[in-house]
């Protein structure tokens, strides 16, 4: 099972036509995946849907990776995702998950192709990294 925080992350956005504000608060959960970020609702002042937006997202953790690595339909950014993933902060993280992956990954045909990818490209990041 897997255990998340209860910290809350604040998201806020400025709408670009008429400049109102808005904040809220979201689970780990929802903070830490793009596509759960998202904030479908216009604008209650002008209905407009041009905004900007700013939020806070959790770091990566074990549960995080675990949730992403079994959901395709998630990522924590779209371009350069496993850029995001492979850098020095997560490494330990990384390499306790990347045997139990790669294996996956090798083994079946049926395995997540993203993840697989992003796994064996955060893989020879990190051997990069550790010389």
């Known amino acids: 099972m897997l255990k998340m925080s209860t910290e809350q992350y604040e998201q806020s956005r400025i709408c670009n036509n008429c400049g109102y504000e808005e904040t809220r608060l979201l689970s780990e959960l929802s903070a830490a995946f793009?596509?759960?970020?998202v904030w479908e609702e216009p604008c209650p002042k002008c209905g407009s849907i041009d905004f900007s937006e700013s939020s806070s997202m959790p770091g990566l953790s074990r549960s995080i990776l675990s949730v992403w690595a079994t959901n395709d339909g998630l990522s924590f950014v779209q371009q350069d995702e496993d850029l995001a993933i492979a850098s020095r902060q997560h490494l330990e993280l990384i390499r306790a998950?990347?045997?139990?992956?790669?294996t996956s990954c090798t083994m079946s045909f049926h395995s997540n192709k993203r993840v697989c990818n992003a796994y064996f490209y955060v893989g020879?990041?990190?051997l990069a990294l550790s010389r």
């Not at 793009?34 to 970020?37: K, L």
Request: no cysteine; proline share 0%; hydrophobic share 30%.
């Open 97 to 102: 998950g990347n045997d139990t992956y790669l």
């Open 124 to 126: 020879w990041a990190l």
């Open 34 to 37: 793009e596509e759960t970020r």
